[in-house]
Nanobody
Framework: QVQLAESGGGLVQAGGSLRLSCAASRLIFSSYDMGWYRQAPGKEREFVAR???????YYADSVKGRFTISRDNAKNTVTLQMNSLKPEDTAIYYC???????????WGQGTQVTVSS
């Protein structure tokens, strides 16, 4: 079973930065997208960013220009650099892995990001 381990969440003031990382293990396939979703209290989980297996990046409009996603295929890790954070970025952030062939999703346990005003 694929495992995703996130790290890097925490508390930061508005305008600050945080870096989230996610390491995938027990992989049994070679082609997959990796990305991030988030869920704020009382809201549904929403897409944040994705880097697909080809190398294209996708961002939610709300984070474009502030967040940058990158991945290290040799280490099976994905990183989300979050700059100019806003209070509305406060949420639990989930790492996501989606297989390229079957579009099957795997999720991490989530890491809390809190941005104070």
């Amino acid at each position: 079973q694929v495992q995703l381990a996130e790290s890097g969440g925490g508390l930061v003031q508005a305008g600050g930065s945080l870096r989230l990382s996610c390491a995938a293990s027990r992989l049994i396939f070679s082609s997959y997208d990796m990305g991030w979703y988030r869920q704020a209290p009382g809201k549904e989980r929403e897409f944040v960013a994705r880097l697909d297996w080809i190398g294209y990046t996708y961002y939610a409009d709300s984070v474009k220009g502030r967040f940058t996603i990158s991945r290290d295929n040799a280490k099976n890790t994905v990183t989300l650099q979050m700059n100019s954070l806003k209070p509305e970025d406060t949420a639990i952030y989930y790492c996501n892995l989606r297989t390229a062939a079957t579009r099957l999703d795997y999720w991490g346990q989530g890491t809390q990001v809190t941005v104070s005003s």
